[in-house]
């Protein structure tokens, strides 16, 4: 720091710095220390106190030679047009909280003709206002319209999400199985038993054959939480994690996903192999 003293005044003459000070438990705060005289003052009220003691603050102010001014005008804050995009995303949020139970996601845009769920995650969001205000506004675009880009259309889907491919995987599985077409069979062979017999009756090798046993399809198991199963098999936290991350919400779920699936989301063959494992104990568990 530079300073001077005036010579025989007792005033400081400080350049780049001032100098405050406080006397504790009295009225004396942030006073300026601008002469000698001030600092006797000091002293002899601290002399009067049982515990004596102050504080002496001494800031250093910066040297304006033009180019930090300039260089503070660059950095200083959010520009118009990013206030109005920041205002624009908040208004966004506020129209389309998704208020849906069945929907698995906060924020979305029902997608006409069908008012199908668009996610709107932070990429889209920010598309949106971008083309709302700003230099980049585009024609059309508000608050019930989005841009006229591809991840604004129901069909699109991007090839990183993998928590989206999973999701769309399982909703394919799910809708399969309960579209299957339900065939009967009835083994009724009484009048063909006849026929063979002449109409004689049943042959009563036939009659006191055994019955053959019906196979009864196993029903399924009860869902049982994420957490629940790692706790209940010892998976580590950091796997329970990875699952949660792909919005895997119990063991019900892994048998719809293939060990590519897992893979590419990130787990490595030996968790592969953990998560495996503890499906194929669950499913034995009586």
């Not at 220390?33 to 603050?57: C, Q, W, Y």
């Not at 660059?74 to 929907?103: F, S, V």
């Not at 700003?134 to 508000?142: I, M, Y």
């Not at 009864?216 to 198991?221: I, K």
Request: proline share 6%; with cysteine.
């Amino acid at each position: 720091m530079m300073y001077g003293i005036g010579n025989r005044s007792g005033l400081l003459a400080p350049t780049n710095f001032t100098i405050t000070y406080m006397i504790l438990r009295t009225n004396y705060k942030n006073i300026v220390l601008g002469n000698i005289s001030d600092f006797t003052t000091i002293m002899e009220e601290v002399k009067e106190h049982r515990s004596p003691a102050f504080k002496l603050t001494i800031v250093e102010t910066k040297y304006d030679d033009g180019e930090e001014a300039e260089e503070d005008e660059d950095t200083e804050g959010p520009t118009d047009e990013e206030m109005e995009q920041n205002e624009a995303i908040a208004n966004l949020t506020r129209q389309y909280t998704c208020e849906d139970r069945a929907c698995g996601f906060h924020i979305c845009w029902p997608a006409p003709p069908e008012a199908k769920h668009v996610n709107l995650t932070l990429l889209h969001l920010n598309t949106w206002a971008a083309a709302m205000v700003g230099l980049n506004k585009q024609p059309g675009v508000d608050l019930d319209n989005p841009p006229n880009t591809k991840i604004f259309d129901v069909t699109y889907t991007d090839p990183t999400d993998i928590a989206m491919l999973s999701r769309r995987r399982l909703n394919a599985v799910t809708q399969t199985q309960s579209s299957a077409p339900s065939i009967v069979i009835n083994n009724d062979f009484k009048d063909i038993v006849g026929l063979l017999n002449g109409d004689r009756g049943p042959d009563p090798a036939i009659k006191n054959a055994p019955q053959p046993v019906l196979r009864q399809q196993p029903a399924l198991r009860p869902k049982l939480s994420l957490l629940d199963f790692c706790n209940r098999f010892k998976l580590s936290r950091w796997l329970c994690e990875k699952l949660d991350n792909i919005d895997v919400t119990g063991p019900h779920c892994l048998r719809f996903l293939q060990n590519a699936d897992l893979l590419g989301a990130g787990l490595s063959l030996g968790e592969l192999a953990d998560i495996r494992d503890a499906e194929e104990r669950w499913m034995l568990e009586t």
